[in-house]
């Protein structure tokens, strides 16, 4: 499986982009695609992840703002961004694994074999 995010940039503060992630094969074969961001300086975090039954789990800091979709005919998974704030300012990255997850694992980083390269968003007046 190979993934391709796309879709980052720099935007003003509340505003809002929608990441792309681009996967090779069908997206419909994936049950589990996660959303992760590394700012400078700090570790990678699960942003926002779904499941193919819909299902999502998200930090607590993008409740709210940040919701996830896929378009099976396109094979793409999208990362809708709101109200952007400049914490929001990191690399992010769109990643999948073969099999299911239970729930409360989706935010896990080390449960994703595949990765993208990341998308810099800028969030910044």
């Known amino acids: 499986v190979q993934l391709q995010a796309s879709g980052g940039g720099l935007v003003q503060p509340g505003g809002s982009l929608r990441l792309s992630c681009a996967v090779s094969?069908?997206?419909?074969?994936?049950?589990?695609m996660g959303w992760y961001r590394q700012a400078p300086g700090k570790e990678r975090e699960g942003v926002l992840a779904?499941?193919?039954?819909?299902?999502?789990n998200s930090a607590d800091s993008v409740k709210g703002r940040f919701t996830v979709s896929r378009d099976n005919a396109k094979n793409t998974a999208y990362l809708q961004m709101n109200d952007l704030k400049p914490e929001d300012t990191a690399v992010y990255y769109c990643?999948?694994?073969?099999?299911?997850?239970?729930?409360?694992?989706?935010?896990?980083?080390?449960?994703?074999?595949?990765w993208g390269q990341g998308t810099l968003v800028t969030v910044s007046s």
């Open positions: 094969g069908s997206i419909f074969s994936i049950n589990v």
């Open positions: 779904s499941r193919r039954d819909r299902s999502t």
């Open positions: 990643a999948t694994r073969n099999g299911r997850l239970i729930l409360s694992a989706l935010l896990s980083a080390r449960q994703y074999s595949y």
